[in-house]
């Protein structure tokens, strides 16, 4: 079954540096998006990408965010000056044109621990 | 704007227990609605959904029918497995353009031998 695949799987960065994380989406899907969990708290949304463009994006979503999609697979976020309160699990999902009723698919995630 | 509200945990079964786990919804027009599962590590993955009115999703021995008229979408299983244990979050679509997934706050299920 298409995965969505994300790495890496767990990353410590210190306050202040810029991580990226990366996701590779399924192949035939044109609607990206990260999620993140803080520990033991609700999913919340950050940004949906569709067609080489932000769609929408949440409140969270602040100028240290950005995401690109550079080569067509790969599908990124970068956060540019990380601060401890960013420390969460980031979930990058995508689906179908179309396929809202069908669920996204998620990758298992990727650990974002800010020191 | 839409949101999910799910029943708080945790919740504690003793296995081949019966479970419920509420779910009611507040949303514009006719989402979809789901349930996904987190296992202890691990990424969210999709267990259930329903796209309209009257619609039960089922899968893995849960269930859970969507109901208009009460804006709900329960999640049950009559006989619980300790492998169940997990969190579990109701979540909806508003079926309308890149409208995004919105997630209840999770519930999380411990079953005991």
């Known amino acids: 079954e298409p995965e969505v695949t994300q790495t890496p799987s767990h990353q410590v960065t210190q306050m202040g540096q810029e991580v990226i994380l990366r996701c590779v989406p399924i192949s035939n899907h044109l609607y990206f998006y990260w999620y993140r969990q803080i520990l033991g708290q609700k999913v919340e949304f950050l940004v949906s990408f569709y067609n080489n463009e932000i769609s929408e994006k949440s409140e969270i979503f602040d100028d240290q965010f950005s995401v690109e999609r550079p080569d067509g697979s790969n599908f990124t976020l970068k956060i540019r000056s990380t601060k401890l309160e960013d420390s969460a699990m980031y979930f990058c999902?995508?689906?179908?044109?179309?396929?809202?009723?069908?669920?996204?698919?998620f990758g298992s995630g990727t650990r974002l621990t800010v020191v | 704007g839409n949101s999910v509200t799910q029943m708080e945990g945790p919740v504690t079964l003793s296995e081949e227990a019966f479970l419920t786990i509420n779910c009611t919804y507040t949303?514009?027009?006719?989402?979809?609605l789901f349930w996904y599962v987190q296992y202890p590590g691990e990424g969210l993955q999709l267990l259930l959904k329903a796209t309209k009115a009257d619609d039960k999703g089922s899968n893995k021995g849960f269930e859970a029918t969507y109901r208009k008229e009460t804006t709900s979408f329960h999640l049950e299983k009559g006989s619980v497995q300790v492998s169940d244990s997990a969190v579990y979050f109701c979540?909806?679509?508003?079926?309308?353009?890149?409208?995004?997934?919105?997630f209840g706050k999770g519930t999380r299920l411990s079953v005991i031998a």
């Open positions: 949303a514009t027009g006719y989402p979809s």
């Open positions: 999902a995508s689906r179908v044109r179309g396929g809202e009723n069908y669920g996204y698919t």
């Open positions: 979540a909806l679509t508003a079926n309308s353009g890149n409208t995004p997934l919105v």
